[in-house]
């Protein structure tokens, strides 16, 4: 009940081209939901995040669109550039019982944005 | 204002021996939590420190311990190294639990 379903675990997308990329979670608990990106060699860089009181979030061209009875969420990047090609995370926090910092990662979606 | 500072970025050790990590926060960012990231296993919460106590760990042996300094740095320990510990250690920082995480780049540890 504490994972963090990813998907796809690779997607390839043309440059200026939107990808998309899936979570959905069990735990009904969960009340945050971060998305991070990681280039190789780097630490995970928050993107965007989202908390279930809303049903999207749009940040430049990141974009979270969250349904909250399906108890899923998704990543859009639209107009996709060959520098958006990295590693993205979901990840979800819970703060029953108080405030806390433990986020249950996704998998990870290996993006590729070929020019 | 610098980012989350981990040293050392690259480390070899063998089995059976300990490791010390160190992770400097963003200042003024007073929790601080560590992720094991492996290929096999992905990220996975080790434990939090905020105001130098431990407020949540992961499920990781005993083997794995850390603790937070007065000044928010925070130290990770590994006693009895396996192969299987090798991976990227990460260190995240908030200002306060629940606020939003921002990684370092990470200790790379390799046991031979």
């Known amino acids: 009940q504490q994972q963090v379903k990813q998907s796809p675990q690779s997607l390839i997308v043309q440059k200026g081209g939107i990808s998309i990329i899936n979570c959905a979670y069990e735990?009904?608990?969960?009340?945050?939901f971060p998305w991070y990106q990681q280039f190789p060699g780097k630490g995970p860089a928050l993107l965007i995040a989202i908390r279930p009181d809303v049903s999207e979030k749009k940040e430049g061209r990141f974009t979270i669109s969250f349904n909250k009875s399906a108890k899923q969420f998704s990543l859009h990047i639209m107009d996709s550039q060959p520098g958006d090609s990295a590693t993205y995370f979901c990840a979800a926090l819970s703060r029953y019982g108080g405030a806390t910092n433990k986020l249950i990662f996704g998998t990870g979606t290996l993006l590729a944005v070929q020019p | 204002k610098a980012g989350v500072t981990q040293t050392p970025r690259y480390l070899i050790k063998t089995r059976g021996q300990q490791v010390t990590l160190s992770c400097s926060p963003i200042s003024g960012h007073r929790s601080v939590s560590w992720y094991q990231q492996t290929p096999g296993q992905g990220l996975q919460f080790l434990f939090e420190?905020?105001?130098?106590?431990?407020?949540n760990k992961g499920n990781f042996p005993g083997r794995f311990s850390g603790r937070q300094f007065s000044n928010s740095r925070s130290e990770m320990n590994v006693s009895t190294l396996e192969l299987g510990d090798s991976a990227l250690y990460l260190c995240a920082s908030s200002s306060l639990p629940d606020q939003p995480q921002h990684f370092g780049d990470g200790t790379r540890l390799s046991i031979l």
């Open positions: 420190y905020f105001s130098e106590t431990q407020r």
């Open positions: 735990n009904t608990a969960f009340d945050y």
